[in-house]
Structure formats: C-alpha cells, structure tokens
C-alpha cells in the first residue's frame, strides 16, 4: 500500500493493490474509489483533502510492517 499527496492539486491518493483500476466509483463528497475488472478495490482518490483531513496528522497503529511476519 502506498500514500501519495499531490500539493498541486490538493488530493491523497491511497494504492491498496499496486494494480491499475478499470472502473471508479464516487463514493462520498470528492472521494472516488478505484476499482479492477473484477470490482475489487485498488485505490481510493480524495480531492481537496486537506479540507477533509488533518493531514499533518498520520496515525498508524497496528500496521505489520515485517512482510516475512505477515506470511507466516
């Protein structure tokens, strides 16, 4: 998974799967998800983000970042 934030544009982009999206569907106020041919989730876009997110603010709790822990 990987975060990206655009400056010029104001939007975040969320990679949940590292794999293009064939489809988008809005699913709130400038939030778009992306989706596969097989209508699962790839990515989610947010435009004006930091009218919808503190984005001085990251939190990550509980994420597995040792990738040969997660497989085991």
């Given at each position: 998974?990987?975060?990206?934030?655009?400056?010029?544009?104001?939007?975040?982009?969320?990679?949940?799967?590292?794999?293009?999206g064939t489809?988008?569907?809005?699913?709130?106020?400038?939030?778009?998800?992306?989706?596969?041919?097989?209508?699962?989730?790839?990515?989610?876009?947010?435009?004006?983000?930091?009218?919808?997110?503190?984005?001085?603010?990251?939190?990550?709790?509980?994420?597995?970042?040792?990738?040969?822990?997660v497989?085991?």
């Amino acid at each position: 998974m990987k975060i990206e934030y655009f400056p010029e544009t104001d939007s975040l982009y969320i990679d949940l799967a590292g794999r293009p999206g064939t489809d988008t569907v809005e699913i709130g106020d400038g939030m778009v998800l992306d989706i596969d041919a097989g209508g699962h989730p790839v990515g989610i876009d947010i435009d004006q983000a930091s009218k919808h997110l503190d984005l001085a603010r990251l939190d990550l709790k509980r994420i597995p970042f040792d990738v040969q822990q997660v497989a085991e």
